[in-house]
């Protein structure tokens, strides 16, 4: 399967800050991606799905404006989280497709607001 | 946005035993994915099935689809302490295009004693 990375693997800020967070696909051309979120003992939740060169598709109850996505190469895509607040403390996972099910995670970033 | 159910939601036994995970949805889904997720990390995928009634064995590890590809059940012969992880059932589905999104289950806590 393909290997994806993240980083930061773990996130400090303060509340009001930004913080951005990278995810690539060190060994896959990866033309669509899928960012992630899961609280503490919950499960993954689709936060949006990117496309490489072109604008993200967020999930209902997601927001675009705050939840920043650029997918501009196969092999990276971010996930920006601006004016963080401690309600967006979670744990971040991004992963890659070729376009079929099969999806390939990657290690996740634990960002915490302060 | 199609939901699946997993049962149980904690499991804790002995070194040794054997337990069977389940995966429900009323509804259809392309392909139904399997994952093991340790604290911290990222999902690793353990199985892909995508036929009714289809059986794949991975070591001890036993996945059925369902007939009509509603379902879905994971069953472990012997567990071992490393066995230990959250276990994710998740269904695929075409979300326009070519693209495909994972919807997951709230995962099974396996806990594995010595």
């Known amino acids: 399967g393909a290997v994806v990375s993240q980083h930061p693997s773990w996130v400090i800020c303060k509340s009001g800050t930004s913080v951005k967070i990278e995810c690539r696909s060190l060994d896959f051309q990866a033309t669509t991606m899928f960012w992630y979120r899961q609280f503490p003992k919950q499960s993954l939740m689709l936060m949006a799905t990117s496309n490489e060169g072109s604008k993200a598709t967020y999930e209902q109850g997601v927001e675009k404006d705050k939840f920043l996505i650029n997918h501009a190469s196969l092999t990276l895509s971010t996930l920006t989280v601006t004016s963080a607040h401690p309600e967006d403390s979670s744990f971040y996972i991004c992963?890659?497709?070729?376009?079929?099910?099969?999806?390939?995670f990657g290690p996740g970033t634990r960002l915490t607001v302060l | 946005t199609q939901l699946l159910e997993q049962s149980p939601q904690f499991l804790s036994i002995q070194e040794g035993e054997n337990l069977t995970v389940y995966c429900n949805s009323s509804?259809?889904?392309?392909?139904l994915q399997w994952y093991r997720q340790e604290p911290g990390e990222g999902p690793v995928l353990l199985v892909t099935v995508v036929t009714g009634g289809e059986v794949k064995k991975l070591k001890r590890l036993t996945f059925q689809f369902g007939d009509a590809r509603k379902d879905s059940s994971l069953h472990i012969t012997a567990a071992q302490p490393g066995d230990t992880g959250l276990y994710l059932c998740a269904g695929g589905e075409n979300s326009g295009g070519s693209n495909y999104k994972l919807t997951f289950g709230k995962g099974t806590l396996l806990t594995v004693n010595p």
């Open positions: 509804s259809v889904f392309s392909s």
């Open positions: 992963s890659v497709s070729s376009g079929e099910d099969t999806q390939y």
